[in-house]
């Protein structure tokens, strides 16, 4: 048995510097991070005789060791805090699950710069704009400026290649300044500075220009180049005209908090050059009796001091409104915030005007965002509750889990695992296997590997350790089914209910049939039924997770050329190639007397490039 955690010998000990304590249960798995201005203060308030927080007498009682670490001062403190609950991501502490990175448009600094989607780390040259709520938003904008100003959005090594114009110059997308003749510098120049200065909100500055650039050219005589500055000035207005959610404020976030059953709900508004640029609800996991302060604060800092999301940080910040009782301690922890972001950040709950409309605005999506989530989980309980009812299990379902392959004529093939709890998708948990080693097109030898890559390390773990699902979906008839029968056969412990869900004759929703392992028998189910559509959102997650992996592990294939692979083939040698044989589709078939017909390439490098892609 586990010794009781002496509280008293560990506080006699305990320095009053400012710093950061970590405690542990039995397992030694870290339960919770907290910071102090001063430690033994801090700390001692835990094990004081009364102590009014549920939620601290429930942690108490499963300490079984604590550490601290000093630091310097209290925003050293609140940093280390904030890189602690990333790494070990306690369950007494509030967690920011959605911690994705924003994405931008980013405008590069080539010679002739191009318009492209970006996340992550900044590290391309180039002006970013953003960020972005999510990336339909960003592709939305691309399309948009596409249709608004002709300036190239194609890949670099699709645009190095080129010897004549695409076809989006024939759809007057783009001005081809891949091709000479086409278009100068200038206007080429001209039009990527209009797109930044649209970007930037400066859209009257923007038909201003178009309108004295359209008079010259009429002017001129130039009469269909005065005609497409017209048709952009129309355009504009057009997109003018839609875009009513505008206003004064430059940049500034918004954060909107609401809070029912358990679940809380952060709101965050961008406003970016004047305009709301779009918002993002989350749902941070919040211990029970937590208080409100607390989940607030704790989201300010996982969200804005991460490290990996590529934040840009606003020039203000508005928070929820406040009570006169808060306003002190609050403002406390807003200085402290404000301190650590190190930045001129200004944070604010006490707004007015346009401020006071953002702030309610935001309120609003929070209380919004809260009732769809309550509403999404009552429909999934109740939908549980129906399938444990078909199922006759005698026990409640906590977690499932689905497989689904995909793959292109046997090619790049990838199995997908998607897991679902009594709240809906549980995406942190969603993981993809590439498969190998296998006949192309092996569906069942395919189904096999990836059962193994999920459960191998599982099946070694502690009971309570593995996540091991009380009902595991295979997206597929008998034959599937049967390779997660013979794995889990010698399992040698309680292994899933195995469940094969084969589509219907004309693969509509309602016409699956559903294969119980074992016997093989059908599970009967009306087409209406809540278990059935509660089954078909798990086949239907598990199949996109799936196919979206796949294209993506194809779309990588496809931009990489085998020639940038073969020695000798430079980056000139490579582009006078395909513009010889027209595209890498043409050099794969090439014979050797074709190859060696290019100017610059040897009889020898025929060979090599011949034999290059028939020994893949």
């Known amino acids: 048995m586990t010794p009781e955690f002496d509280a008293q010998e560990f506080l006699r000990h305990l320095t009053h510097q400012p710093g950061v304590y970590r405690m542990y249960d039995g397992e030694g798995d870290v339960i919770y991070v907290g910071k102090a201005k001063d430690l033994r203060k801090r700390v001692a308030s835990y094990f004081r005789k009364t102590v009014d927080s549920p939620k601290t007498q429930t942690l108490v009682k499963q300490i079984q060791n604590m550490d601290v670490t000093v630091t310097n001062t209290e925003a050293e403190a609140l940093i280390l805090e904030n890189n602690f609950i990333k790494k070990y991501r306690p369950r007494y502490n509030v967690l920011l699950r959605d911690d994705k990175s924003y994405p931008y448009i980013l ?43 002709p300036v190239r959005q194609c890949e670099d090594t699709y645009y190095r290649a080129r010897s004549r114009p695409c076809l989006q110059y024939q759809l007057k997308r783009c001005l081809a300044p891949c091709v000479k003749g ?35 050219s009429s002017q001129a005589l130039e009469f269909e180049r005065a005609a497409r500055f017209r048709d952009q000035i129309t355009a ?79 020039k203000e910040i508005i928070l929820p409104e406040q009570d006169e009782a808060q306003s002190e301690q609050r403002q406390q922890e807003l200085d402290l915030i404000g301190e650590v972001l190190a930045q001129k950040v200004r944070l604010a709950s006490r707004v007015r005007g346009e401020r006071k409309q953002y702030q309610s605005l935001a309120a609003k999506n929070a209380l919004n965002a809260l009732e769809s989530k309550l509403n999404q989980q009552s429909t999934m309980r109740m939908r549980i509750q129906a399938l444990e009812k078909v199922l006759d299990l005698g026990a409640s379902i906590v977690r499932m889990e689905c497989f689904d392959i995909s793959h292109t004529m046997g090619q790049e093939t990838v199995a997908s695992c998607v897991v679902f709890d009594i709240n809906g998708p549980k995406k942190a948990d969603y993981r993809r296997y590439n498969i190998s080693g296998i006949t192309p097109g092996d569906d069942y030898a395919a189904m096999a590997k990836a059962l193994a890559k999920r459960y191998d390390k599982a099946r070694d ?156």
């Open 107 to 149: 405008v590069s600094s080539h010679e002739h710069p191009r318009l492209a989607f970006h996340r992550g780390t900044r590290r391309d040259k180039g002006e970013y704009f953003g960020p972005f709520p999510n990336g339909v938003a960003v592709r939305e904008s691309l399309r948009l400026l596409q249709k608004l100003f």
């Open 182 to 216: 086409y278009c100068t510098d200038d206007e080429y120049q001209e039009q990527v500075q209009l797109a930044k200065d649209f970007l930037k909100g400066n859209n009257q500055q923007v038909i201003d220009v178009l309108v004295d650039r359209m008079e010259h």
């Open 236 to 314: 504009l207005r057009q997109v003018q005209e839609r875009n009513s959610v505008t206003g004064n404020q430059q940049e500034l976030d918004v954060i909107g908090f609401s809070r029912n059953g358990g679940i809380c709900a952060v709101h965050v508004l961008f406003v970016r050059d004047a305009q709301i640029q779009g918002s993002r609800s989350y749902f941070p996991k919040v211990p029970a009796n937590t208080d409100d302060q607390e989940v607030l604060v704790a989201f300010l800092l996982q969200f804005y001091l991460s490290d990996t999301a590529g934040r840009k940080l606003p």
């Open 461 to 616: 773990a502690g009971e309570g350790k593995s996540n091991i699902p009380d009902i595991l979906f295979i997206d597929g008839g008998k034959g599937q089914l049967a390779q997660a029968e013979n794995y889990f056969a010698d399992w040698g412990r309680a292994a899933p209910l195995l469940i094969g869900v084969a589509k219907g004759e004309s693969r509509k929703p309602g016409l699956e049939t559903l294969i119980l392992a074992g016997s093989h028998q059908t599970i009967p189910m009306e087409k209406d039924a809540a278990a059935l559509h509660l089954i078909q959102h798990i086949r239907d997650e598990s199949h996109r997770f799936a196919i979206t992996g796949h294209r993506q592990r194809r779309a990588k294939v496809r931009r990489t050329s085998t020639l940038e692979d073969i020695p000798g083939i430079g980056a000139k040698r490579r582009q006078k190639i395909l513009q010889n044989l027209g595209g890498l589709q043409q050099v794969k078939q090439a014979s050797i007397e074709q190859l060696k017909s290019i100017p610059g390439i040897s009889p020898t490098m025929a060979e090599t490039i011949y034999h290059a892609f028939r020994d893949e």
